[in-house]
């Protein structure tokens, strides 16, 4: 598939990876297995407060054809089948949730060394229909995302975003919520050999002029072990520290305080992850 700027969900992704991904403050298990014909079965089950979640996910690939079941404890049927490569730079992707017969969409996604588009429908009688477009390069990128619903006749969402990437140094800038958010984030890594980089964030709400700042940094102490931390200008200080004791094996640990009411108890997730 053609390298280039990616999708329009790629723009600020590493800097949103680090400041927000593997934190939690609830209890997950996962695990998966994988027969000879390649199909993979992955149960989990996670703890959130007093509520308890649970679903199987099965996948199974064939070729260029990935066909994903998802069943959680609701008995909500998650369908996806993805199709790589129909054409160069092409992927096809059909999807749907019974028992909800609305849910059913088509997405199409094309790759090229400057561009790349995203578009879906939905497939009802009055549909959702979205489109994201990015056009640039590795180094600058411009992109779109909005969605129109042909039912009320009004744009459900329209976003707008500008990425620059250079060697260590990532940064990014996005008009979010009709225009209503403004946000900018960066990242740069600091060392590539142990995986240390620091990032911010800051987002400015025009409706209710509010800002948020979140700032993070991450660092491997090992090949096997890594660490994490963020605090916010709410006063929200986060930290974790994730072990794969085999491949794609991982246990993560992660807590919460809010630095402004420290009598408060702190909020402590695990989340353990099991692959072969």
């Known amino acids: 598939m053609a390298k280039g700027p990616g999708l329009y969900s ?12 593997d934190y939690q403050s609830h209890h997950k298990f996962t695990v998966s297995t994988v027969s000879a014909n390649g199909l993979a079965i992955t ?12 679903d199987v996910n099965a996948q199974w690939k064939n070729n260029n054809i990935t066909t994903d ?7 909500n049927l998650c369908s996806t089948i993805t ?13 749907f949730v019974a028992p909800d017969q609305r849910s059913g969409k088509v997405e199409v996604q094309y790759f090229h060394e400057h561009a790349g588009i995203s578009t879906s429908i939905g497939l009802a009688a009055t549909p959702l229909v979205s489109f994201s477009g990015v056009a ?14 042909t039912a009320s ?19 990014s800038f996005a008009l ?35 800002n948020t700042l979140t ?8 090949p096997l072990t890594s660490v994490k931390a963020r605090v916010n200008n709410n006063g929200i200080a986060s930290a974790l520290i994730q072990h794969a004791w085999r491949p794609k094996s991982l246990v993560t640990i992660s807590g919460e305080v809010d630095t402004r009411a420290i009598e408060k108890s702190a909020k402590v997730g695990i989340a353990l992850a099991l692959k072969p």
């Open 176 to 210: 979010n919520d009709k225009f209503d958010t403004l946000t900018a984030s960066y990242m740069h890594t600091v060392n590539p050999l142990t995986n240390t980089a620091v990032g911010a964030e800051l987002s400015h709400c025009f409706s209710s002029n509010e």
């Open 153 to 171: 006749g009004n744009f459900t969402k329209y976003n707008a975003a500008l990425n620059f990437s250079s060697g260590d140094l990532i940064a």
């Open 215 to 222: 700032i993070g940094t991450q660092h491997a102490l090992d």
């Open 10 to 21: 790629d723009i600020g992704k590493k800097a949103r990876d680090l400041l927000y991904r």
């Open 43 to 54: 149960p989990s089950a996670t703890k959130k407060g007093e509520s308890f979640l649970a």
């Open 69 to 75: 079941l998802k069943l959680d404890i609701n008995s």
């Open 83 to 95: 199709i790589d490569e129909l054409a160069p730079g092409l992927k096809t992707i059909l999807s």
């Open 136 to 149: 640039g390069s590795n180094t600058v990128a411009l992109g779109t995302d909005i969605s129109f619903d």
